[in-house]
């Protein structure tokens, strides 16, 4: 039993038992599970995962339109049928809708060069 849990760290007493009984060791759960403490063996526990320290700061206002941009996808569908998602991106300063394209399969490719089109034509209108 020793040997399997150091090979397998994540396994516990139950799995180890399946192990044991392809080798031709049979024996009641209770017993195998008695035998797994005795050798002082358990599975270890994982670590919660890290947070974030210390406070974060405010992010700054959008002092003029174009200067950020925020993006989200949306999605629905039409009753229990197709479905279909919306890429909203928004100018923060302005407030405007400056490319919100509904399609029924977005794909990344499409989007990155819709999304690229419509900064070009952004910053043109500067």
């Given at each position: 039993m020793q040997e399997i849990a150091g090979k397998r760290r994540r396994f516990g007493y139950r799995r180890i038992g399946v192990l044991l009984e392809r080798k031709g060791m049979r024996m009641n759960h209770k017993k195998l599970y008695?035998?797994?403490?005795?050798?002082?063996?358990?599975?270890k526990r994982r670590r919660g995962r890290k947070r974030a320290r210390g406070t974060r700061s405010p992010m700054p206002e959008a002092a003029y339109?174009?200067?950020?941009?925020?993006?989200?996808?949306?999605?629905?569908?039409?009753?229990a049928s197709r479905k279909f998602r919306i890429l909203a991106v928004i100018d923060d300063c302005s407030r405007e809708n400056?490319?919100?394209?509904?399609?029924f399969g977005h794909?990344?490719?499409a989007k990155v060069g819709q999304f690229g089109a419509s900064a070009l034509e952004r910053a043109a209108l500067i």
């Open positions: 008695r035998l797994y403490r005795e050798e002082g063996l358990s599975v339109p174009n200067a950020r941009w925020s993006l989200d996808f949306l999605a629905d569908s039409f009753g400056v490319n919100g394209g509904v399609k794909c990344g490719g």
